[in-house]
């Protein structure tokens, strides 16, 4: 069903009607609760599609599912468009699947966009950009300065984060405020190194589509995530290969992942060029996909998921 969405919204972007027919039934709906400026994207129709047309794209990335029936499934998603005319829209996307008799399709989508204000925070683009070294990149944590982060949720730099040892350490505790960086980010090659203890969780997210209070009273964000986790001693990671280390997190299990013994430090690298993106794992390419558009600008965001885990060495270039 990730698939069929995916495949859905890509079909959308590149007006290839074509790959939108496969994807959805015959008697497909599309319902708005704020406007009906997405209604020519959503079906390829020659308006939209001729030369000179002004071009925005959606993105979604779906994460929550329920079983209705054998044959009908209910999906909530986050929706992100980029590049729409008079400022882009973020929020919640509801999906119905039906099961036929060529497979799963989309019956049904619902929009409805956030306003962004409290427990929802908007992903803005940052208005100057961090002035790289000479060789291109950025240091983001040097094992020292923690000056290029700020919790999610825009506030300063949480207690529940600290530097250690010259390292950036997640504190186990009830709540906890992911971290994002203050510059926001296109295409990038992103590499870090990261240690998990016992049983512990966490992810690097991008591709962020709005920030949330959690109901705990922190703070993350909706996005892609690379997925860093103890894969031994973790109930998810043991259980579903989507939700082992290196996997794009609900979406793709990783292949040919390689970790370290509990206690010693990983490598890992995420390349994205425009669609393109890549996961790469202690020197192996673990996950690789084309996303449905292109990418929009926003932070890089470090879970804080209530358990202790440690960050080091992390740096950024632009690829755009």
């Known amino acids: 069903m990730q698939d069929v969405l995916r495949r859905y919204l890509k079909g959308v972007n590149d007006c290839d009607a074509a790959a939108v027919k496969s994807a959805i039934t015959s008697d497909f709906v599309t319902r708005f609760s704020w406007t009906r400026a997405l209604s020519g994207r959503l079906l390829p129709s020659p308006e939209v599609c001729s030369p000179g047309r002004v071009s925005f794209e959606v993105a979604a990335l779906a994460r929550f599912f329920r079983s209705a ?10 929706f992100r468009t980029v590049g729409m005319a008079g400022g882009d829209q973020a ?22 966009p956030s306003r962004f204000e409290r427990p929802f925070f908007a992903v803005e683009p940052a208005k100057g950009h961090d002035v790289p070294e000479a060789d291109g990149w950025v240091t983001l944590f040097d ?29 186990a505790s009830g709540s906890g405020h992911s971290l994002r960086t203050k510059d926001t ?9 990261w240690k998990a203890p016992p049983k512990g969780n966490s992810g690097v997210k991008y591709r962020l589509f709005y920030i949330a209070e959690t109901p705990r009273g922190g703070s993350d964000g909706a996005g892609f995530e690379y997925q860093v986790v103890d894969d031994s001693g973790d109930p998810g990671a ?34 994205v060029r425009g669609r393109h993106c890549e996961h ?20 890089i965001l470090i879970q804080h998921h209530e358990t202790d885990f440690w960050f080091r060495n992390i740096r950024i270039r632009r690829l755009d």
Do not use: C, M
């Open 69 to 78: 029936t054998d044959s009908v499934v209910l999906s909530d998603a986050y």
């Open 238 to 271: 043991i259980r579903f290969p989507l939700e082992r280390s290196g996997a794009l997190y609900n979406q793709i299990a990783p292949s040919g992942a390689h970790i370290r013994l509990l206690g010693d430090y990983n490598e890992s690298r995420i390349v």
């Open 91 to 112: 929020g919640r996307l509801y999906v119905t699947f039906v099961k036929g008799s060529s497979g799963w399709r989309i019956f049904q989508l619902r929009f409805h």
């Open 143 to 171: 094992g020292s300065s923690t000056d290029r982060f700020q919790a999610a949720n825009g506030d300063s730099f949480p207690e529940t984060w600290r530097v250690e040892q010259g390292t950036l350490r997640a504190i």
């Open 185 to 193: 980010y296109g295409s990038f090659d992103l590499r870090f190194e």
């Open 280 to 299: 790469w794992l202690n020197g192996a390419k673990v996950v690789e996909f084309e996303a449905e558009s292109r990418p929009p600008e926003s932070p």
